[in-house]
């Protein structure tokens, strides 16, 4: 359509400037042309003559107004056949039409549409084929994805998605629903393990506080009725119920204390000095336990994250087992050191220690053997699982193993070392 305008403006200029020889000028101009062109001249009555003609089936006639719009520019006429022309306005109402078929155009333009969209037509099914080439293995995965979402949904977390292999979107949603897969595992295993502590903790508290009850029932059922009648017997009742009491008070409290332990958040903890508290308790031990002989290898001022508080009740039941379990005069020895990591507290003692088999058993003996022996000296029967508790909430480990000495090491590690 340019070369075809260019070729139009051409004819007009060629007759610009040359007023007395126009048709002329014209007319050479048409003949000189590469594109085939119709030249039509009109009198000022719009009488048409054809000075050149080319292609087009049909002479000129186009409407006073494109005449007048054809002076500035070559415009399109739509008709029984379009074309292009351009108006050269000879003066005294008289002009000059030079104009161009489009039939050629107009045919090469609807073929190359069709062709173009066929073209289309073909990439679009050449993008779906390679589409589904590329997209069909994260289809697979996709539909893997679906399945495991399904197994999930329905409480199984005993599910394994294959590694990522690339770094697609679907890769990506793999890898975070393996993730949290691994967290609902995680938070199942720690639900689970907090359900199992529940039920020990109440089948502790039942089994410990039915003892002390029934001895008080029994008394007080005796101590109401005719039968105990001589004032010592009566004496010797009422002390039993008031030891069951005491006894029964300290177990309590050591359940409440297993019960709300682990509330106190992490960022309340402190730096506490675990030397000092170990010789604060180690001092008050050896005040009260004149006849044992103490060794002690103590490094000073080791410290942890930590709560003092629940350090020192990890101490008091360490030296309280010690007092109540061991004779008088068995030896004890201590240490305090710090190792890779955190800081190694070893406790040992002379006593009859644990029986072979339970070393080998794991915590749950330990604290089978701490209540059964805790009923034959007065105590909770808890203080293990106390122990136990306070090493875990200071990133640590508790280890029973047979001491030196003859009796039982106990190894506490903590982890928490402060910088």
């Given at each position: 359509m340019a070369l075809l305008d260019k070729s139009l403006d051409q004819v007009a200029t060629s007759v610009r400037g040359h007023t007395n020889a126009a048709l002329s000028e014209a007319l050479y101009s048409v003949q000189q042309s590469d594109i085939a062109l119709t030249l039509v001249y009109y009198t000022a009555d719009r009488k048409a003559s054809v000075l050149s003609v080319s292609r087009l089936t049909v002479t000129p006639n186009p409407s006073n107004q494109?005449?007048?719009?054809?002076?500035?520019?070559?415009?399109?006429?739509?008709?029984?056949?379009?074309?292009?022309?351009?108006?050269?306005?000879?003066?005294?109402?008289?002009?000059?039409?030079?104009?161009?078929?489009?039939?050629?155009?107009?045919?090469?333009?609807?073929?190359?549409?069709?062709?173009?969209?066929?073209?289309?037509?073909?990439?679009?099914?050449?993008?779906?084929?390679?589409?589904?080439?590329?997209?069909?293995?994260?289809?697979?995965?996709?539909?893997?994805?679906?399945?495991?979402?399904?197994?999930?949904?329905?409480?199984?977390?005993?599910?394994?998605?294959?590694?990522?292999?690339?770094?697609?979107?679907?890769?990506?949603?793999?890898?975070?629903?393996?993730?949290?897969?691994?967290?609902?595992?995680?938070?199942?295993?720690?639900?689970?393990?907090?359900?199992?502590?529940?039920?020990?903790?109440?089948?502790?508290?039942?089994?410990?506080?039915?003892?002390?009850?029934?001895?008080?029932?029994?008394?007080?059922?005796?101590?109401?009725?005719?039968?105990?009648?001589?004032?010592?017997?009566?004496?010797?009742?009422?002390?039993?119920?008031?030891?069951?009491?005491?006894?029964?008070?300290?177990?309590?409290?050591?359940?409440?204390?297993?019960?709300?332990?682990?509330?106190?958040?992490?960022?309340?903890?402190?730096?506490?000095?675990?030397?000092?508290i170990l010789r604060s308790h180690l001092a008050d031990f050896s005040t009260l336990n004149q006849s044992r002989k103490i060794e002690t290898d103590i490094e000073d001022h080791l410290t942890v994250q930590g709560s003092e508080a629940h350090m020192a009740r990890l101490m008091t039941n360490i030296f309280a087992n010690i007092s109540r379990h061991t004779p008088s005069d068995a030896p004890v020895r201590v240490s305090l050191k710090r190792t890779k990591g955190g800081v190694d507290l070893l406790i040992e003692d002379g006593g009859p220690g644990l029986p072979v088999g339970a070393y080998s058993e794991g915590m749950q003996s330990f604290q089978r053997f701490d209540k059964s022996r805790s009923r034959e000296n007065g105590g909770s029967g808890l203080g293990m699982s106390i122990i136990f508790a306070i090493a875990r909430e200071h990133s640590g480990r508790v280890t029973l193993e047979p001491s030196n000495l003859g009796g039982l090491g106990v190894h506490v590690f903590f982890g928490n070392l402060s910088v």
């Open positions: 494109e005449l007048k719009k054809g002076i500035k520019g070559p415009i399109t006429h739509v008709g029984v056949e379009n074309y292009r022309m351009r108006t050269i306005d000879l003066s005294d109402g008289e002009y000059l039409v030079v104009a161009a078929s489009l039939h050629d155009i107009d045919k090469r333009y609807r073929s190359d549409l069709l062709h173009l969209l066929y073209f289309i037509l073909l990439c679009l099914v050449a993008a779906g084929i390679a589409t589904w080439v590329l997209v069909r293995r994260d289809m697979k995965r996709i539909e893997v994805l679906i399945a495991t979402a399904g197994d999930i949904s329905t409480g199984d977390t005993d599910v394994h998605i294959a590694p990522a292999q690339g770094n697609s979107e679907i890769d990506q949603l793999a890898e975070s629903l393996n993730k949290m897969v691994v967290s609902l595992r995680r938070t199942a295993e720690i639900e689970e393990q907090a359900s199992r502590r529940m039920q020990d903790f109440l089948g502790d508290a039942s089994h410990e506080l039915r003892t002390p009850l029934t001895v008080v029932k029994g008394y007080v059922e005796l101590l109401s009725g005719p039968a105990m009648t001589d004032p010592s017997t009566r004496a010797r009742a009422f002390e039993r119920v008031g030891s069951e009491i005491v006894r029964m008070e300290k177990l309590i409290s050591d359940l409440l204390f297993l019960a709300e332990f682990g509330e106190v958040p992490s960022q309340e903890f402190s730096v506490i000095d675990v030397s000092e």
